[in-house]
DNA sequence: ACAAAAGTGTTTGAATTACACCCATGA
DNA sequence: TCATGGGTGTAATTCAAACACTTTTGT
């Protein structure tokens, strides 16, 4: 028989900078000696694949401050990597943009529009993990995963204006959120600038596991208005 | 070393008798005889995953007429099956409510709202699948994968409302994927009914591939508008 | 006072639901 | 001509984008 082993990668982004960016790791050795690649490695017997990808994560780039984790899909073309077979179950991984994790030397952060030469099918993935956070942020609460634990209005448009490539207006940011429940404010406000202007609320989400706040957008269930 | 291995499962749903039902399979042997599992099996050394499902459905149940496949999910509990540890892939499957396939004596279709008893997590997969499906019916042109190739509208109101669990007006419906540009008249008209009354137009999908149709519900990028 | 940044009020517009009404057919 | 669906017109509603305007601060 042959054998087949199971490895779990993950795209870890964070709005850094005011732009999406994406954790890579440079190749030491063939193959693909030089181009980067994603996080993460073979799964261990006693644990599930997102148990495994913390672990990974956690042990070879010290991402412990993951704010978000979510499948994205199975990689199993039987060619996808030479050698023995070996299956990726590929994950989106987010961190609030007030961190900034330890990473060793080899890793460098890049900006998801602007990838350099990636091994194997990793820049799919990656592509992948940001299209599925641009999609989320319209309906659901995911913002809470890029967002700093309180933060102003336009520290908020900034980060959402980053994740989704687009200017977004504060002002309706704000009515968008609120409306839905997503925020609420802390009662503080935060110093004004050095060239003066209003000092700016503090927020906060209300709820930082993943919710979906806007499900049907056509083909409701009838109301049960009277 | 520990041994491995990766199978795929496949929920594969049809609206049947104006209900969403999935074909499941009843266990003749240990562990979990006489549960009602998903049909599947382990992938070969030379096929991806989704080709995996697409075989084994053919071979082993007969479903060969498959409007849609994709994936779900992995599931990768270590114990989530006694013995070896198996990794699984499970993917949403759609038919065509037009279809009836030959399925073996072991196989039976049920309700999705009305499970029997399930081995291992399959009950699990199945409602991640009826969700999956009834979110993509609002957002996608899904809704071509539970037709057949042509219909009335009040057909596909009895598809729709078997798929999401509701009552969806007629009229409503018609107007929303025209809007989105997913239906297109094919000219013909069905006969009427014996107890009389207008005769229906006959519709089609414009493309049975899926697409998204409505993809930002909020945080639009800015008009274009001058 | 003035510039700068934050926040609110209000208009506009698009999409969708709800519902009344008209149309085409069989008995 | 009437019952039975099929199909269209149209008001009401909801939600979000756009933008003008007010508020609060630093200099």
Redesign the pocket.
């Known amino acids: 028989m042959s054998s087949l082993e199971h490895e779990v990668l993950a795209a870890v982004l964070q709005v850094r900078s005011r732009s999406l960016q994406v954790l890579l790791w440079q190749r030491a050795r063939d193959p693909h000696a030089g181009r980067w690649s994603l996080p993460g490695g073979k799964l261990r017997h006693d644990e599930d694949v997102e148990t495994s990808v913390r672990r990974q994560l956690a042990e070879k780039v010290d991402v412990r401050q993951l704010s978000h984790v979510e499948q994205l899909a199975v990689f199993s073309a039987p060619d996808r990597v030479p050698g023995p077979r070996v299956i990726a179950t590929a994950f989106l991984g987010l961190v609030p943009s007030d961190n900034d994790p330890e990473v060793p030397a080899d890793t460098r952060w890049f900006c998801v529009d602007a990838l350099p030469p990636t091994a194997f099918d990793h820049g799919a993935i990656v592509l992948r993990a940001r299209d599925r956070l641009r999609s989320k942020l319209s309906y659901t609460n995911l913002g809470f995963a890029l967002a700093p634990p309180t933060f102003?209005?336009?520290?908020l448009?900034d980060i959402y204006s980053a994740a989704l490539g687009y200017r977004v207006?504060?002002?309706?940011?704000?009515?968008?959120l609120s409306?839905?429940g997503q925020l609420e404010p802390t009662g503080e406000?935060?110093?004004?600038?050095?060239?003066?202007?209003?000092?700016?609320?503090?927020?906060r989400f209300t709820c930082r596991d993943m919710q979906v706040t806007?499900a049907?957008?056509?083909?409701?269930p009838?109301?049960?208005?009277k």
């Open positions: 102003t209005i336009s520290e448009r207006s504060a002002t309706n940011l704000q009515r968008v409306r839905r406000t935060a110093v004004s600038g050095p060239s003066g202007g209003r000092p700016a609320a503090l927020f806007d049907f957008a056509v083909l409701r009838p109301s049960l208005r």
